[in-house]
């Protein structure tokens, strides 16, 4: 257990930008209209990304946070809670991926009835389990891993996401989460990739989020 409690509260941006997008698509897809395919397509495109983003976070967590956790604090139980609530929540990612691709190839009524009823069921499970992490797991990491451990988990992130969805990700982040909150995930970069985001990158997600608004 480290003596000093290390900052994990860029965290708390990531599970902000999860929490704000999934609840927003019910609603994006049950007001798309009959066979509107360019609506359909143009949610489907950010639920993959969304599904990518949470399967990384996930996988990530699985293989470099909670085995350190479950090793050096074994008697939380919240841990073996944690991975659980991974497992069935990435069965209802590559379920909502799969039922939006059946949608975006028919955007029929019923495909969009079916797909916005799996993301209503989705989205209370997610709220429970990011409430469930932040309140018990995320305080118990801080004392459990060094900061070169936690920094590992940002750089698999880096690793296993494109560079255009990293992009993506970043902006969402920081649209979803508070000015405070957002600052703190910018200065968790570093000063080279922040200048790089802010430069390159912003423009690349302030256009993606006016054509997915507007499509």
């Known amino acids: 257990m480290s003596e000093e409690p290390i900052d ?42 969304l599904g990518a983003w949470m399967q990384v976070h996930h996988d990530g967590e699985d293989a470099l946070l909670w085995p350190l956790v479950r090793q050096r604090a074994p008697e939380h139980e ?54 469930h992490e932040e309140r018990e797991l995320l305080p118990l990491l801080a004392q459990t891993v060094s900061e070169e451990e936690y920094a590992a988990f940002g750089t698999y992130m880096r690793q296993h996401l494109t560079p255009a969805q990293g992009v993506l990700i970043v902006g969402l982040i920081l649209d979803d989460t508070s000015t405070a909150q957002g600052e703190r995930f910018l200065d968790g970069m570093g000063p080279d990739a922040r200048a790089r985001f802010e430069a390159d990158g912003l423009p690349v997600y302030r256009e993606y989020r006016t054509n997915f608004l507007s499509a």
Do not use: C
């Open 8 to 49: 994990v509260s860029d965290m708390i941006a990531v599970h902000d930008g999860m929490r704000k997008e999934y609840a927003s698509l019910p609603l994006r897809v049950k007001s798309s209209g009959d066979g509107d395919t360019d609506r359909a397509a143009a949610v489907a495109d950010h639920i993959a990304l």
């Open 78 to 131: 919240a841990i073996f809670v944690m991975e659980a609530e991974h497992s069935e929540l990435n069965d209802y990612v590559t379920l909502i991926g799969a039922q939006a691709e059946t949608w975006r190839a028919d955007p029929s009524p019923s495909n969009r009835a079916t797909l916005h009823t799996t993301l209503i069921e989705f989205e209370k499970r997610l709220l429970t389990h990011l409430g």
